[in-house]
């Protein structure tokens, strides 16, 4: 079992940053491709970035290229979402998911195990 307690998140004006962070427990983590998705109102779940296990390849979501950065600490049980230059139409709420025993990233939420509780982002014009 993993659980994963997200933090960070907020109101932020465009062009402004936000970091997003995600905590695992358990002795999982470090074996754990993880992804951050994302829900905006009257929308369906979609994907932001993964990072594999060992953190070496990263994926992410066109919209976000460039302007987001995945990371993980594998030390301290935590992935990370840099969030800058954000938009308007970043305002959802963002989650966390992790892949268990699974190395390589993916864009798929049934290619993930557990789910954070979610956090909200909220972007202003």
């Known amino acids: 079992q993993v659980q994963l307690a997200q933090s960070g998140g907020g109101l932020v004006q465009a062009g402004g940053s936000l970091r997003l962070s995600c905590a695992a427990s358990?002795?999982?983590?470090?074996?754990?491709?993880m992804g951050w998705f994302r829900q905006a109102p009257g929308k369906e779940r979609e994907f932001v970035a993964a990072?594999?296990?060992?953190?070496?390849?990263?994926q992410y979501e066109d919209s976000v290229k460039g302007r987001f950065a995945i990371s993980r600490d594998n030390a301290k049980n935590t992935a990370y979402l840099q969030m800058n230059s954000l938009k308007p139409e970043d305002t959802a709420v963002y989650y966390c998911?992790?892949?268990?025993?699974?190395?390589?990233?993916?864009?798929?939420?049934?290619?993930?195990?557990?789910w954070g509780q979610g956090t909200q982002v909220t972007v202003s014009s």
């Open positions: 998911a992790a892949r268990v025993t699974i190395y390589s990233t993916s864009a798929y939420i049934s290619g993930y195990d557990y």
């Open positions: 990072i594999s296990r060992s953190g070496d390849k990263t």
């Open positions: 358990g002795r999982t983590f470090g074996n754990s491709a």
